[in-house]
């Protein structure tokens, strides 16, 4: 069974960076793409970016560029998303989601989130 | 960007009735169309893709239908754990986006 485990909660400081990762089990890591989503809190879901299979190519949403980066670990089947300058609107839940097919599907599964808390 | 918009942002029902929840994109998405079950405090689920396909393990109850810019999701009778907030995404384009989710309340 496919499954994806995030990092624990975090608090930071305006300012700072966070880094969150996504590990997966059960299926065949190095063949996905990777996509991180954003829900800030009572809000909706707010895609953030994809990064490739081979971690060699990543894409994010505008309002992202500049400040995230998203990498992958092959030796461990774990991708990560670092976002930096961090300020009270980054406070929220982040998720990884496989996209099912390639770069061009759904997202299925979805790890089980990671809190972000910003606050100085 | 290509936006979602879903409709009514509150859907009120009681248990065993029909809800009906629509998602409507500023421009068309062909059957590129998937939607979400997110419960309090949980991860989104995949219930459907490519407008109609139900995912793996959901109940028949669940349908959907449409294409281009108009969908529906239909939950033919609902039950106690269905109460939750239902999103629809595109994955037609980029970037991926997702409607505003309608939220399934108990009437």
């Known amino acids: 069974q496919v499954q994806l485990v995030q990092s624990g909660a975090e608090v930071k400081k305006p300012g700072a960076s966070v880094k969150v990762s996504c590990k997966a089990s059960?299926?065949?890591?190095?063949?996905?793409?990777m996509h991180w989503v954003r829900q800030a809190p009572g809000q909706g879901l707010e895609w953030m970016g994809i990064i490739n299979s081979s971690g060699g190519s990543t894409s994010y949403a505008q309002r992202f560029q500049g400040r995230v980066t998203m990498t992958r670990d092959t030796s461990t089947s774990t991708v990560y998303m670092e976002l930096s300058n961090l300020s009270s609107d980054d406070t929220g839940v982040y998720y990884c989601?496989?996209?099912?097919?390639?770069?061009?599907?759904?997202?299925?599964?979805w790890g089980q989130g990671t809190l972000v808390i910003v606050s100085s | 960007e290509l936006v979602m918009t879903q409709s009514p942002a509150t859907l009120s029902v009681s248990p065993g009735e029909r809800a009906t929840l629509s998602c409507r994109a500023t421009q068309s998405v062909s059957n590129n169309l998937a939607w979400y079950q997110q419960k309090s405090g949980q991860a989104p689920r995949l219930l459907i893709y490519?407008?109609?396909t139900r995912a793996t393990g959901i109940p028949a109850r669940f349908s959907g239908s449409g294409s281009g810019t108009e969908f529906t999701l239909t939950i033919s009778s609902l039950q106690s754990e269905d109460f939750a907030v239902y999103y629809c995404q595109q994955y037609n384009d980029w970037p991926r986006t997702f409607g505003q989710g309608t939220k399934v309340e108990i009437k």
């Open positions: 490519g407008a109609s």
């Open positions: 989601a496989r996209d099912a097919v390639g770069a061009t599907s759904w997202f299925h599964p």
């Open positions: 059960g299926h065949s890591f190095a063949s996905y793409y």
